[in-house]
Structures are given as structure tokens and as C-alpha cells.
């Protein structure tokens, strides 16, 4: 199960808000419920992306729902000249155009 951007359900829960904050709220006790319905011995992976990790909930984050973390950091330069390299690769480029 893949969930993107979890952040817009999963984010640190408030006191109080409006209609739509309390909606979200529902949705994330939900989840968390959800995640601590699978057994370990079911071959079910739940994988979360999010760009925002630091407005997580920690009841998310916490062990036995969210077990492993792991980041993409941005691409170096080194990185970021070889994916231009990928993707004008069947370009029509200026010949001798330097990608640096």
C-alpha cells in the first residue's frame, strides 16, 4: 500500500479547528487504528512519502506502525549532471553544449 504526500492526514493533530480539521483528524485516528491492525506474519508493506516529516504526528512515527525511515536527500551536482544527462539524452541539444 502506498500512501503519498501522508503528511495531509498525518500531520501533528490540534485542539481544536474547524469542520475540515476535525475530518482530518477522523481520518488520521482511522489510519492509525489501521496500522495497528496488521500482523506481522501477512505479507502486507505500507510505504509513506512525504516531503514534510518534521509535521508528522508522532503517533504515527512511533514503532510497530512506521518501522523503517528512510531519506532521499537532494542530488548533488555530481547527481543532478547525471539525471539531465538521462532525460536530454534523445534531446536535440546545441552541439557542444555544455550540461555543467
Known sequence: ?????IDSIGSSRIESGSGGDSEVQRTMLE???QLDGFEAT???KVIMATNRIDIL????????R???KIEFPPPNEEARLDILKIHSRKM???????LR
Open 31 to 33: 489510519l492509525l487504528n
Open 57 to 64: 504526528d508522532p503517533a504515527l512515527l512511533r514503532p510497530g
Open 92 to 98: 536535440n541539444l546545441t552541439r557542444g553544449i555544455n
Open 42 to 44: 501477512k505479507n502486507i
Open 66 to 68: 512506521i518501522d523503517r
Open 1 to 5: 500500500i502506498f500512501m503519498d504526500e
